[in-house]
């Protein structure tokens, strides 16, 4: 009985100096606030939304980064007016045939119209144009060297037979200016990515380092002589050809955001037989005129080789920069008028 009452008092002294001890401890520090450690946010920016890059504009859907491009031949005489789908196009060159007439090769790439034409035969000039894009070549057929020279050229060719039910012929106009091309349905036929860029554009705010123009004529000889006035309202430049506005099929006038001017030299053609078989030099340097948001920046054109587009470069050796949306570029001879009207 004695032991364990001993032992009773040991636990009760122990039990106290416990408590003491914890209460010692507790009133003699600070007590301590333990912070979870912050979560570290980031702001993501949304991305951008893809840019066309035959046009610079934004392209959503992303649909021309998944196909090449196609290109058509075009008729450009008054026979074959008005045309279909042109005003389409993201680029358009117009190149000089025999005779002087100028012909077009409309590219297509961010839409897809169900009918472009007339199609018209292809020429010599053609596999410089088409060359650094690759894609699908559109033509009605052409004298054997011209075909052969597009058969050096890394496209997939489509003329009146293989093209099969991608063309048709509207029988209520004459031929031959009445072939047209499905352009919409032509896209399946490559599987080279997305052209590259002809162009650089600039931001939308970003002025123009040239002087102010309200038109340009480019002297295309045969009566071809091409006009472009600039239309503040629309900021776009437009088209006159055979002395009236140039409207397509949709009635709406031709009026591109950018009109480029490339003096080129003709070369190869049989002068007696009115030039015939004259090809554009497109590789090389020259004079270029770039006509844009109401201004016009002199420079020139500059490719050393045939699989690149070329530069346009201003009097310093910087880009011209373009307004985005689509450009036609006009190929006079180097004998030929630009004139400008401030």
Same mark, same amino acid.
């Given at each position: 009985?004695?032991?364990?009452?001993?032992?009773?008092?040991?636990?009760?002294?122990?039990?106290?100096?416990? %408590?003491?001890?914890? @209460?010692?401890?507790?009133?003699?520090?600070?007590?301590?606030?333990?912070?979870?450690?912050?979560?570290?946010?980031?702001?993501?920016?949304?991305?951008?939304?893809? %840019?066309? *890059?035959?046009?610079?504009?934004?392209?959503? /859907?992303?649909?021309?980064?998944?196909?090449?491009?196609?290109?058509?031949?075009?008729?450009?005489?008054?026979?074959?007016?008005?045309?279909?789908?042109?005003?389409?196009?993201?680029?358009?060159?117009?190149?000089?045939?025999?005779?002087?007439?100028?012909?077009?090769?409309?590219?297509?790439?961010?839409?897809?119209?169900?009918? @472009?034409?007339?199609?018209?035969?292809?020429?010599?000039?053609?596999?410089?144009?088409?060359?650094?894009?690759? /894609? @699908?070549?559109?033509?009605? /057929?052409?004298?054997?060297?011209?075909?052969?020279?597009?058969?050096?050229?890394?496209?997939?060719?489509?003329?009146?037979?293989?093209?099969?039910?991608?063309?048709?012929?509207?029988?209520?106009?004459?031929?031959?200016?009445? #072939?047209?091309?499905?352009?919409?349905?032509?896209?399946?036929?490559?599987?080279?990515?997305?052209?590259?860029?002809?162009?650089?554009?600039?931001?939308?705010?970003?002025?123009?380092?040239?002087?102010?123009?309200?038109?340009?004529?480019?002297?295309?000889?045969?009566?071809?002589?091409?006009?472009?006035?600039?239309?503040?309202?629309?900021?776009?430049?437009?088209?006159?050809?055979?002395?009236?506005?140039?409207?397509?099929?949709?009635?709406?006038?031709?009026?591109?955001?950018?009109?480029?001017?490339? @003096?080129?030299?003709?070369?190869? /053609?049989? *002068?007696?037989?009115?030039?015939?078989?004259?090809?554009?030099?497109?590789?090389?340097?020259?004079?270029?005129?770039?006509?844009?948001?109401?201004?016009?920046?002199?420079?020139?054109?500059?490719?050393?080789?045939?699989?690149?587009?070329?530069?346009?470069?201003?009097?310093?050796?910087?880009?011209?920069?373009?307004?985005?949306?689509?450009?036609? %570029?006009? #190929?006079?001879?180097?004998?030929?008028?630009?004139?400008?009207?401030?």
């Amino acid at each position: 009985m004695k032991q364990r009452a001993i032992a009773l008092g040991a636990l009760l002294v122990a039990i106290v100096i416990g %408590v003491v001890f914890l @209460v010692v401890r507790g009133g003699g520090s600070k007590q301590v606030s333990v912070s979870k450690p912050k979560t570290a946010t980031t702001t993501t920016r949304p991305a951008p939304p893809p %840019v066309a *890059p035959l046009t610079g504009l934004a392209d959503p /859907g992303g649909a021309s980064r998944k196909r090449c491009a196609v290109t058509v031949k075009i008729d450009n005489t008054q026979a074959g007016h008005p045309k279909y789908g042109i005003e389409q196009a993201d680029v358009v060159y117009e190149e000089v045939v025999e005779g002087g007439i100028t012909r077009l090769a409309a590219i297509f790439n961010s839409q897809a119209p169900d009918r @472009v034409g007339p199609v018209r035969s292809v020429r010599k000039t053609d596999q410089s144009i088409v060359w650094p894009i690759r /894609g @699908v070549f559109v033509y009605s /057929g052409g004298a054997p060297y011209a075909i052969a020279s597009i058969s050096t050229a890394p496209v997939v060719q489509l003329d009146e037979t293989r093209a099969g039910s991608m063309m048709f012929r509207d029988h209520s106009r004459y031929a031959p200016w009445n #072939l047209y091309a499905h352009v919409d349905q032509m896209y399946a036929q490559c599987k080279d990515p997305a052209p590259p860029p002809l162009f650089t554009y600039r931001a939308a705010a970003a002025p123009v380092p040239g002087s102010p123009a309200a038109s340009v004529r480019v002297g295309f000889l045969a009566g071809f002589a091409v006009t472009w006035n600039w239309d503040p309202a629309s900021g776009t430049w437009k088209r006159f050809i055979f002395g009236a506005p140039e409207i397509s099929a949709a009635g709406t006038q031709l009026a591109p955001k950018n009109v480029v001017v490339m @003096v080129v030299p003709y070369v190869g /053609g049989d *002068p007696n037989h009115a030039n015939l078989g004259a090809e554009a030099e497109l590789t090389g340097t020259g004079t270029a005129y770039v006509f844009t948001a109401g201004q016009v920046v002199k420079g020139t054109w500059s490719r050393p080789d045939k699989s690149r587009p070329a530069q346009l470069l201003d009097a310093a050796g910087a880009p011209i920069r373009l307004t985005p949306g689509p450009t036609w %570029v006009e #190929l006079p001879d180097v004998g030929y008028p630009v004139s400008i009207t401030p």
